[in-house]
């Protein structure tokens, strides 16, 4: 009877609760009705049969059911490279570090853009000795540390080399030397003033 609770109306439980049950159960037990199988709403109709009590009115089917449509996420490829490797740091609704992987496609689509010159000169500083860099590289070496990477391994990797075609197919014609020149205090800010007062020492 426990697996049948489910199935009991109000009125269903009412009928059976004035009913003695030892004997209808033990016929239906003698029948195959308690199989090892679901119960089925036709075993609780054919109890009530038993007893001489068969519910008004029989059960409805339920409709088959309906799934909400989804949209799949179309992703920008020059955003993916970012999203598995900088979104642990910077797709947060904090400011700092620059949250430029936080908001839909387009916004960080968006985002990138505007941080695109800070990025390229942080990636670059990987390249570079580690007494000839202006900045320290991105992604961090204590970042890279705490994924288990070496910092000589990540530089020869393919993901890195991702990162830098993403970020240099972002900066278009611009003169990449030049950014490397250029004090990095004067790049682009990496998000608008408005909403972030970027660290520029």
Same mark, same amino acid.
């Given at each position: 009877?426990?697996?049948?609770?489910?199935?009991?109306?109000?009125?269903?439980?009412?009928?059976?609760?004035?009913?003695?049950?030892?004997?209808?159960?033990?016929?239906?037990? $003698?029948?195959?009705?308690? !199989? #090892? +199988?679901?119960?089925? =709403?036709?075993?609780?109709? *054919?109890? @009530? /049969?038993?007893? &001489?009590?068969?519910?008004?009115?029989?059960?409805?089917?339920?409709?088959?059911?309906?799934?909400?449509?989804?949209?799949?996420?179309?992703?920008?490829?020059?955003?993916?490279?970012?999203?598995?490797?900088?979104?642990?740091?910077?797709?947060?609704?904090?400011?700092?570090?620059?949250?430029?992987?936080?908001?839909?496609?387009?916004?960080?689509?968006?985002?990138?853009?505007?941080?695109?010159?800070?990025?390229?000169?942080?990636?670059?500083? $990987?390249?570079?000795?580690? !007494? #000839? +860099?202006?900045?320290? =590289?991105?992604?961090?070496? *204590?970042? @890279? /540390?705490?994924? &288990?990477?070496?910092?000589?391994?990540?530089?020869?990797?393919?993901?890195?080399?991702?990162?830098?075609?993403?970020?240099?197919?972002?900066?278009?014609?611009?003169?990449?030397?030049?950014?490397?020149?250029?004090?990095?205090?004067?790049?682009?800010?990496?998000?608008?003033?408005?909403?972030?007062?970027?660290?520029?020492?």
């Amino acid at each position: 009877m426990v697996g049948l609770a489910g199935m009991l109306d109000p009125a269903a439980v009412e009928r059976l609760e004035r009913a003695e049950l030892s004997t209808p159960l033990e016929r239906l037990r $003698a029948r195959g009705a308690f !199989a #090892a +199988r679901p119960f089925e =709403p036709n075993l609780l109709d *054919a109890l @009530l /049969a038993q007893i &001489g009590k068969p519910r008004l009115a029989t059960h409805t089917h339920l409709p088959p059911p309906r799934l909400e449509p989804t949209t799949a996420r179309v992703e920008d490829p020059l955003t993916t490279p970012f999203r598995s490797t900088c979104a642990a740091c910077h797709d947060t609704t904090l400011p700092h570090p620059p949250n430029f992987l936080h908001g839909n496609p387009a916004a960080v689509a968006e985002q990138l853009d505007q941080c695109a010159e800070r990025i390229f000169v942080r990636l670059s500083q $990987a390249d570079l000795p580690e !007494a #000839a +860099r202006s900045k320290p =590289p991105m992604p961090p070496a *204590a970042a @890279l /540390a705490g994924r &288990g990477i070496d910092t000589a391994h990540w530089t020869a990797s393919p993901e890195f080399a991702a990162l830098k075609a993403a970020i240099r197919a972002r900066l278009g014609d611009r003169d990449l030397q030049a950014l490397l020149r250029q004090p990095y205090a004067q790049l682009r800010p990496c998000l608008p003033s408005s909403s972030y007062a970027e660290h520029t020492q």
